[in-house]
């Protein structure tokens, strides 16, 4: 399983968002599309989330 930094999923977000931003302004915001990187900009951040989670439980330890 590939490991992803914090960092990289961060970037992965920042760009995700412009992507998102400039198709609704061309598209509208009910644009399916929008939709669909509006979903992976959650996925990404559900990742960061996990990461942190797993970090403190490790050091809590």
């Given at each position: 399983m590939e490991r992803i930094s914090c960092e990289e999923c961060l970037s992965t977000i920042e760009l995700l968002r412009e992507k998102m931003v400039s198709t609704a302004l061309l598209y509208g915001f009910n644009h399916p599309l929008?939709?669909?990187?509006?979903q992976k900009?959650?996925?990404?951040?559900?990742?960061?989330?996990?990461?942190?989670?797993?970090?403190?439980?490790?050091?809590s330890k």
């Open positions: 929008v939709l669909e990187y509006s900009i959650d996925e990404e951040h559900n990742q960061i989330l996990t990461k942190q989670k797993k970090q403190l439980i490790f050091q």
